[in-house]
């Protein structure tokens, strides 16, 4: 019999309960992602602040224990009490959906609407402190996991000294501290990368406000301060590259909604589009991305149509015009009206936002082709060139992969295949020679794990086109194992193995096996590395017994530290140079077992850098790679 079921089993969280119990509805996720978006919440606490014209200045820190500080001089939260009897302060500190941003008074412009971020990074936080400085006062109050320790007071003078407070230098503003709660949080490690990016964007954005950051772990600090606005932010993402235009600038403000697009084409074949809302980077895109792109095709389109007719028309898509671009498209309008798709806002909903950038986009763009026709020849050759590749690409896929060979009806002779057809459990190793191909078919676990050798070095795809990429022979074999298809056919979701391992060789020649697969990975399948797919296998360097133990060590710093302990007994070492050196049982033991292996997974904190490095070392621009490997050469300890 079922158990009774009455009002008495009936919950009701209260308070911040709900944020403690499903965190990942509030920040996306409990792994670095959600970490970051905490910081980035209160961040945006301070950029608001900008936006109603009050803050000049944003300083971050992040401290040794892993906590951080956010700083501005904007006006301060107030601190009187609430018509509820309630401080202000203690309000939006501890109540979901309060704060100044609803009725458009204190905030015409700001980052979001929902009134939830303060409150979840205090929910979330194992310790939280704000400050803050008005009328020559300092005012603050401390909580843990979201509960108030006290009632807001007013910071004593040893208080102020500790925290590193002086209301005679900084009139006014509010400092929050927080520490990340371990029971939430997998890890407590801040990517400073990811904050810089973030800091920098965000200056590009908002004109006249300068951020700061400190790095207490190195000692690191970092300005940003740009008047360009987005222009600039283009400028500096194509930086190093081959540009087809002076930056396109259009925009358009009817009271209510402005929009701002700056537009750049460059030689490559890489598309890098962001958009922004209230200073706000929706990772996912939104109705203003769409508005864009949908302008952006009709606007070339009309114009190719217009200036070129015959029998070298050439039809375009979508597809064609994102090969070389760089955009950036940025919204503001007001909070109370800003639909997100989720607390995280990576995705804007407001439908009437695609319309409003599609009509400033096409109208700039019209114009522009208008004047510049120079500029305009060049991105059209450059798009209609991609076009062609395209049906080249196709025609080229369709007699390379025979029919039913994406779906795995035809698998590659080469492919050991695993007995699973359950792809969460699958994985596949990518092995370097044949060699080392055979000692991994013969120590695996047939059951979920397949192994593709790979016969010498693969195409470098950086700059090859998908019909060139498609008819080489080990690239083929992938795709075709792999399942998911490529170009315009690619489906992520007919993956049949959730763990795709690379395994090369510790020295120079397995190095660049490895970076030309991550090269082909992150241009051609990043879902696979957005997804969290792609790893990386690390062998052992050494064998090291004593007596009948033997023990596998993975760099030389392990080595020295087992000598130490090993100190005058026998021992014998043993060098792996490949992996073709170790017998079955060593490579399932060392490398291929799940209980002892070390695999590591490949992520992306910055897809701009993340470009940018991949197109440094594996471009034609043989300069700046020169001076990578100069400068880096010391940090080698590959074998020659």
Not at 182 to 204: G, H, M, P, Q, S
Not at 399 to 426: E, H, I, M, Y
Request: charged content about 30%; aromatic content about 8%.
């Amino acid at each position: 019999m079922a158990d009774k079921y009455d009002a008495s089993q009936i919950t009701v969280l209260e308070g911040l309960e709900p944020v403690r119990k499903r965190p990942g509805m509030y920040i996306g996720s409990t792994d670095s992602r959600g970490l970051h978006e905490c910081l980035r919440e209160i961040i945006d606490n301070s950029v608001d602040e900008s936006f109603a014209g009050t803050a000049t200045e944003v300083w971050v820190q992040i401290k040794a224990d892993g906590s951080a500080e956010v700083r501005d001089n904007g006006r301060g939260i107030p601190v009187d009490l609430h018509k509820n009897g309630v401080s202000a302060l203690e309000l939006t500190m501890t109540k979901l959906h309060a704060g100044g941003k609803f009725g458009g008074g204190a905030y015409k412009v700001s980052g979001g609407l929902h009134g939830v971020g303060a409150s979840v990074v205090n929910a979330l936080s194992s310790y939280f402190r704000v400050c803050v400085i008005r009328d020559k006062k300092v005012f603050y109050q401390e909580y843990k996991r979201g509960v108030p320790l006290k009632k807001v007071s007013e910071a004593t003078e040893k208080q102020l000294e500790e925290w590193g407070i002086d209301p005679k230098i900084q009139k006014s503003g509010t400092i929050t501290s927080f520490m990340p709660d371990t029971e939430i949080f997998k890890d407590l490690v801040y990517e400073k990368t990811k904050i810089k990016n973030l800091l920098r964007d965000r200056a590009y954005l908002v004109a006249k406000l300068a951020f700061n950051l400190k790095d207490h772990r190195d000692g690191d600090e970092a300005s940003y301060y740009f008047e360009g606005g987005i222009k600039s932010l283009v400028a500096h993402s194509n930086r190093g590259k081959n540009v087809l235009s002076d930056a396109i600038y259009v925009s358009k403000d009817d009271g209510n909604i402005s929009c701002e697009v700056a537009i750049q084409y460059t030689d490559g074949f890489n598309e890098n589009v962001k958009g922004f809302v209230n200073g706000i980077y929706t990772t996912d895109g939104g109705t203003h991305v769409t508005g864009f792109r949908t302008a952006l095709t009709r606007s070339i389109t009309d114009y190719v149509k217009k200036n070129q007719s015959g029998k070298d028309e050439m039809i375009l898509t979508g597809d064609d015009l994102k090969e070389g671009l760089t955009a950036v498209v940025y919204v503001k309008m007001p909070s109370e009206t800003l639909q997100f798709e989720s607390q995280t806002k990576a995705k804007l909903n407001n439908p009437e936002v695609q319309g409003f950038v599609a009509v400033c986009v096409k109208e700039g763009l019209d114009q522009f082709f208008e004047e510049h026709p120079q500029d305009v020849k060049r991105i059209i050759d450059k798009v209609t060139l991609a076009a062609r590749a395209r049906l080249a690409a196709r025609a080229a896929k369709d007699a390379v992969l025979r029919k039913g060979a994406l779906d795995g009806a035809s698998l590659p002779g080469k492919l050991a295949d695993c007995q699973s057809k359950d792809a969460s459990v699958s994985e596949i190793y990518i092995v370097e020679g044949d060699s080392a191909g055979g000692s991994a078919k013969q120590g695996r676990d047939r059951k979920f794990q397949a192994i593709l050798p790979l016969k010498g070095k693969i195409l470098n795809t950086e700059r090859a086109r998908l019909d060139t990429i498609v008819k080489f022979e080990g690239i083929k074999n992938l795709i075709i194992a792999l399942g998911v298809g490529i170009g315009d056919t690619i489906n992520y979701d007919k993956i049949r193995y959730h763990r795709v391992i690379i395994m090369t060789d510790a020295d120079v020649d397995g190095e660049h096996i490895k970076t030309l697969l991550l090269t082909f990975f992150y241009r051609h399948m990043p879902e696979v590395i957005t997804r969290g797919y792609l790893y990386i296998a690390l062998p052992p360097l050494y064998k090291i017994t004593v007596g009948k133990e033997s023990n596998y060590v993975f760099n030389d710093e392990e080595k020295d530290e087992l000598m130490n302990k090993i100190g005058e007994k026998k021992y014998q070492i043993s060098r792996y140079k490949g992996l073709g050196e170790m017998n079955a049982q060593q490579l399932w033991e060392t490398t291929m077992d799940p209980a002892t292996r070390t695999l590591k997974q490949i992520t992306i904190d910055s897809m701009e850098e993340a470009s940018n490095m991949f197109e440094m070392l594996m471009g034609e621009e043989v300069p700046p790679r020169k001076k990578f490997i100069q400068t880096h050469a010391k940090l080698a300890t590959l074998d020659i």
